[in-house]
Structures are given as structure tokens and as C-alpha cells.
């Protein structure tokens, strides 16, 4: 069975990545998601296990001292971290898996698995993503500010990423996406036993 693609997926807080993942999964069942484990406190609505594992810091760093976290960081005075070990055995079965992950989190993993292919979704300008931070009204002005100025440094780093994709309208992001996927999929190096099945037939 040949191995499932890693893709690697940033974006900055509130660029609308989480609402492109959705329609991506809705519409591609070899794809899972990587749960990632954080210190920060859930937003309303959030569950524990299906947006993030919420961990004390103590939890969290026992995991990192443990080799258990594929990658980690720090975001806006929280920790957060990809469990190592669902993202391995999916990727084994043939499984494609999203990480959904900071700018810090992207280059250590394009580091450690360089095949993984990396997306940043930006948001069409700053004032949309001002608007679309404080209409989700979950965190303070402080917090605002401080994600809008990560924002800012975050799209300094975008080029260092295979691909960028402009959320202006759901769907063609979404489109984009798949189209990013299907043809990194196709690419000869995911399929290295493709020539020895053709010499065979
Ligand atoms: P939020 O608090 O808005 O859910 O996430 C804040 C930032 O942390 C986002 O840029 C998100 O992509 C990133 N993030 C979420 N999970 C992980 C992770 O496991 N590792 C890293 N490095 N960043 C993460």
C-alpha cells in the first residue's frame, strides 16, 4: 500500500481555514485530521478530542518530553502540538492527513518529512481578516490585537510554503484545495511502484 500524503496546512487565526477543511473532508473520505493538543482554554462550542485534546501545561510538556509530539509551539502565550502517533499509523494505512498548524509548526514538520506538502491559506486583505477576528467575538481586544500583529508576521512567511491559496470565496478555496491534493497525489514520487506495476502488466 503506498503511503498517504501529509499536507500541511496554515493560516492565520480566523483566515477560514477551518471552514475550507470541513468542505474538504465532506468531500474527500481518504482524508483525516490530525487533533492537535493545546493549553488553551476551549471557546464555546469547542470538544475536547475533536477540535483540540485541552491539556494542562504539565500534560503538555510530559508529552513533548516523551517524544510524543511530532511538532509543537508557542502561540499567543499558549502551547500547541500534533500527537505523533495517529498522524504516523494513518499515513502508514495510505491515509491522507491534514495538520492544521502555525507558521512554526509548518517548518519544523516540512523539516522532519520533507515530502509532506504545505499550504497557506491567506485571507483576501487585512481589514476582512480584522473583520472576521472580532465577528467571531471569542476574544478580548488584547487578543485581537496580539493575533492581528501574529497575522502580519505569519504572512511574512507564506512564500516559504508549496502553495497559497486566497480565501475570497468558499468554494474556489475550496476547489483550489482539492485540486492542490489530486495533483500532488499524482506526482510520480507518491506513487513509486507505479512503473514496476506497468512493466509487470
Ligand atoms: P486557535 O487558538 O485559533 O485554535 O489556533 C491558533 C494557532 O495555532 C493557529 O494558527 C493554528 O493553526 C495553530 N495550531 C493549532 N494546532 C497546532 C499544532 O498542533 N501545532 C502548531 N504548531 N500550531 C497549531
Known sequence: MSKGLLLVVSAPSAGGKGTIL???????????????????????????????????????????NSGNMLEYAAYVGNSYG??????????????DVVLEIDVQGGAQVKKLMPDCVSVFIVPPSMTVLEKRLRDRGTE???????????????????????????????????????AILRSEKRKYARNPGVIQKVLEQ
Not at 29 to 46: D, F, H, N, Y
Not at 88 to 94: D, I, Q, R, S, V
Not at 160 to 173: H, K, Q, S
Open 22 to 64: 470541513k468542505e474538504m473532508f465532506q468531500q474527500d473520505e481518504q482524508l483525516r485530521l490530525s487533533v492537535s493538543a493545546t493549553t488553551r482554554q476551549p471557546r464555546p462550542g469547542e470538544k475536547h478530542g475533536e477540535h483540540y485534546y485541552f491539556i494542562s501545561e504539565e500534560e503538555f510538556q510530559n508529552l513533548v
Open 82 to 95: 500534533t500527537p505523533r502517533e495517529p498522524v504516523e499509523k494513518w499515513l502508514a494505512e495510505g491515509l
Open 140 to 178: 478580548d481586544e488584547s487578543t485581537v490585537r496580539k493575533r492581528l500583529e501574529t497575522a502580519r508576521q505569519e504572512l511574512s512567511h507564506a512564500e516559504d510554503y508549496d502553495y497559497i491559496v486566497v480565501n475570497d470565496r468558499l468554494e474556489d478555496a475550496v476547489e483550489d484545495m482539492l
